[in-house]
């Protein structure tokens, strides 16, 4: 029997359900954004900009991150500056932390109004991470650089947990690649600690990843050269996801493995950037997006008078 409450795991659910929805939403919608009526063409942006293929699985690893490192002081959550940034912006508006800097951002229905239209909107948010992001470090848009600057985060920091998400694609740069070594260099008493997240989805843009076409043992074998451990979380069960954080292994890596685009209405390759092209204009792709959204039952999720339900 699992040791993992009910109540938790519905919780975990609801907020990635919720977190799904709010990243379609702010890629496709500039109105009707709580489907109070059959979704039109009017209601799709006029130029559809941002990515969609990875969001799930960060959403998927925020929520589970965050509640298990709910009462942690110390914990941050390290996303690099690629695709995937509805997920991020979605996360960072349900918890209050976008309306920290922008009022208009709170998590109420106005807010969801605001965040969903000025997504990828002139003089709105941008489709990646920018310097108005909370907890943003730079805007280069080169990816690479989030792993090395988590360990450089808990250097001389003993009390910081820095849990990293490294896209199957990121892992292939030589900053990625090489900032593994580090583990070597500041693990002890005198540093914090760095739990990498391999976010293990199968392909970067239109081609597979090249630990995609690796065996499992393979990769296993690299990582334990690194000196970590890998601990292996196949799908988005977040009963699954918990009692892999639970299970206490010295030098974890974890290692994500969900599908690319999954929820979406197209997988892996096709999924990276907008799933479907012209709902704006093409009867079925709009029926289809429409399907889509309602395939996360918002509506239990949010309420306009009692806000998110989560």
């Known amino acids: 029997m699992s040791s993992v ?13 919720a977190c799904d ?9 500039r109105d009707n954004f709580l489907l109070d009526r059959p979704l039109s063409h009017e209601d799709i942006k006029p130029r559809l900009l941002g990515h969609w293929g990875t969001c799930h699985g960060i959403n998927v690893a925020y929520a589970n ?34 309306g920290m800097v922008d009022e208009r951002a709170m998590p109420d229905y106005e807010g969801i109004k605001y965040i969903c239209k000025n997504f990828s909107w002139p003089d709105g948010f941008p489709s990646h991470a920018s310097p108005f992001t909370p907890g ?25 947990t820095i849990a990293v998400l490294i896209g199957d694609g990121e892992l292939e740069t030589a900053t990625a690649i090489d ?7 500041l ?13 293990l989805n199968g ?20 990582i334990r050269g690194f000196g970590y451990t890998p601990v292996w979380i196949n799908g988005d069960n977040p009963e699954v996801f918990q009692e892999a954080l639970m299970d206490e292994v010295d030098s974890p890596f974890y290692i994500l493995k969900t599908e690319k685009g999954e929820g979406g209405p197209n997988r892996h390759h096709e999924a990276h950037q907008i799933p479907l092209k012209n709902p704006a204009t093409d009867a079925e792709e709009l029926e289809a997006l429409e399907t889509w959204l309602k395939s996360y039952h918002f509506e239990e999720l949010f309420d306009k008078e009692r806000g998110f339900l989560l």
């Open 65 to 98: 991150l965050r509640s298990f490192f709910l009462n942690n002081p110390g914990y941050s959550f390290v996303l690099g500056p690629g695709h995937g940034f509805p997920a991020l912006q979605a996360n960072l508006f349900i918890d209050g932390e976008l």
């Open 21 to 29: 929805y709010l990243s379609v939403v702010q890629l496709f919608l």
């Open 203 to 222: 392909y970067k843009i239109s081609a597979p990843s090249i630990y995609a076409r690796k065996s499992e043992r393979e990769l296993n074998e690299m």
């Open 136 to 160: 943003i470090i730079t805007e280069g848009g080169e990816l690479g650089y989030a792993l090395a600057n988590s360990y450089g985060m808990v250097l001389g920091h003993p009390e910081k």
């Open 187 to 199: 693990s002890g008493d005198k540093n914090g600690k760095v739990l990498p997240i391999l976010h």
């Open 5 to 17: 409450g009910i109540e938790k795991i519905d919780k975990i659910r609801r907020r990635i359900r």
């Open 179 to 185: 900032s593994l070594n580090l583990h070597n260099l």
